[in-house]
């Protein structure tokens, strides 16, 4: 427990040294770079110190909350920039906040200390070898950053152009309700099954993944087309926004799930006949589609 709570502070401590050179680089970018471009280029910078305090600590797993965080902080940040507390903004960041306390407590709940590396993280070190940190940079920091910033262009969007709540907001404040209930129940079905497992290769067949072999990755995708919906509502001019919501469901599609996978028929007994019989997202009784 004392490691697991030293290492929390030492994540927090890094985080809020790479929040702070975000604003200050944020504040050193001319204004008359867009302000879309601006914070890029400032969460980008963040990502940059994460990594390096990854290098140091011995560990790209120190990234991983980032993924929850980055887009309520830059979200609150621009709220205290334009100063506009209108219902529309604050019940935004109330849904936004409400997938990224479930996110981050889970992997606070799933932490044990700093010295922890995703097994995902270990396999491409083996792989490239000295060309490690590069494909570090690149690949487990630079690009989820890219995919998170982009699929959380229509929140931001919502502050920056000054919208405020309409009744069609609901739509995607109902989609977001829905992806987090799906994240939040699979996350209690998966504690629960590790909790009363004899063995590690048994297969988890509890509540939602009982139907679905990834409930939790559903709740994620739908989480980012209901951020997608509630900036459309107002200006479906900028549909290709949805392009981030998109990428981050192909991510989960075509390369999550498939390593995830690849990893569990390793020891999962039987793995091969559960994926035959149980679909892959949508969590229902019966296997409609592959």
């Not at 739509?171 to 994240?183: D, K, P, Q, S």
């Amino acid at each position: 427990m004392k490691k697991k709570i030293f290492g929390l502070f030492i994540l927090l401590f890094i985080y809020i040294i790479s929040y702070l050179v975000g604003i200050f680089s944020f504040i050193l970018i001319p204004d008359s770079i867009n302000i879309l471009l601006k914070i890029f280029i400032a969460d980008t910078v963040a990502t940059v110190i994460i990594w390096i305090a990854g290098i140091f600590l011995k560990t790209a797993s120190i990234y991983d909350p980032y993924w929850s965080i980055q887009t309520p902080a830059i979200y609150l940040t621009l709220l205290i920039y334009y100063g506009n507390y209108n219902i529309g903004n604050i019940l935004f960041f109330i849904f936004i906040m409400l997938w990224a306390i479930r996110l981050t407590i889970n992997f606070i709940i799933t932490f044990n200390d700093i010295t922890y590396i995703d097994w995902r993280y270990s396999d491409i070190k083996n792989k490239t070898n000295k060309l490690y940190q590069i494909v570090n940079l690149l690949g487990i920091h630079l690009m989820p950053t890219i995919l998170v910033f982009v699929a959380s262009i229509p929140a931001f969007s919502y502050i920056i152009d000054g919208y405020d709540f309409i009744a069609l907001d609901i739509i995607g404040y109902v989609i977001i309700i829905l992806a987090v209930f799906f994240e939040l129940i699979s996350d209690i079905n998966i504690h629960v099954y590790k909790k009363n497992r004899t063995d590690r290769s048994e297969i988890i067949n509890v509540g939602f993944w009982k139907y679905s072999r990834h409930p939790n990755y559903l709740g994620e995708i739908l989480f980012w087309y209901g951020v997608l919906a509630i900036f459309l509502v107002h200006d479906f001019s900028n549909w290709y926004f949805m392009v981030g919501a998109i990428l981050i469901n192909l991510l989960f599609l075509f390369i999550s799930i498939p390593l995830e996978e690849k990893k569990l028929i390793t020891y999962k007994e039987g793995y091969l006949e559960y994926k035959k019989k149980t679909r892959m997202l949508i969590p229902l009784p019966f296997k409609l589609l592959k």
